[in-house]
């Protein structure tokens, strides 16, 4: 990903490239298919909420219940511990079992850049887009310079409806000031987390969450204000870098870890 001579924005315009790169032409094709005939590719992971068949479970298993959750995966064995509704624990290959998904369409057909949205809305080829940005971003903001831009606002009805089936969202007010709408637009958010391999050092972690946690003030975005280290240390599925724990121990705050 690095290069010489590359900027900051470049090698950020770079990664967001990389990390949205599902073709246009895949989207108008799924969007022809059956809804039926539709996939996830991605893979399970803790918290799924799963249907397991009879068939599959073992002798010993004398209840009545076929979902629960995903609640572990060993890397080595390749299996999937699965707790079912009534407390009983089995382990499966990713093969024995389907992941329970009430979504309208699968995360992996909806990756499309910001500024492919944005300029698709400002050649009036799609009438709207969902945008998972930090608000504001860059090419809304462009958008908004010259064209009315509309936020669909959220009641709370439906957004805690929303927070009780998927619970890693939150409810996110944009101000009327991003992007110049009348009104504070209410809708809801997802937080941003970062992921380091076992094999990067503590030190480079904990310099990481030093340089942004003890220089907030200086940082160049408007989302620097939702900085929290409650939230950040508040984190349960995965555990944290020793990197990581040494910090937020040094705040007073304990986090798990392997």
Known sequence: ????????????????????????SMIDKLMKLDFEDWHEVT???????????????????????????????????????????????????EGDFEVVRDD???????????????????????????VVAGAPTTAITSLAASRDVYLVQLDDEHIDKLIASSPYYSKNVISKDAYNTPEDVTTVAVGAVVIARN?????????????????????????KAELDLDFAASITAVPYHPGAAKYFTEKGLTVPTK
């Open 1 to 24: 990903m690095r290069r010489e001579g590359m900027t900051v924005r470049e090698a950020a315009e770079m990664w967001v490239r990389e990390f949205n790169a599902i073709p246009q």
């Open 43 to 93: 893979t399970p992971s803790y918290g799924c909420r799963v249907y397991v068949p009879s068939s599959i479970l073992p002798d010993s298993y004398n209840g009545e219940e076929d979902e629960g959750e995903v609640i572990s995966y060993d890397e080595e064995s390749e299996l999937y511990c699965i707790e079912l509704d009534d407390g009983f624990k089995v382990s499966l290959e």
């Open 104 to 130: 309208s369409l699968p995360m992996w057909g909806t990756m499309w850049s910001f500024g492919d949205s944005a300029d698709a809305l400002m050649d009036g080829k799609i009438d709207a887009a969902f």
């Open 199 to 223: 094999d990067v050092s503590d030190a480079d972690v904990y310099n990481f969450l030093y340089g942004v946690f003890e220089n907030i003030d200086t940082l160049g975005h408007d989302k």
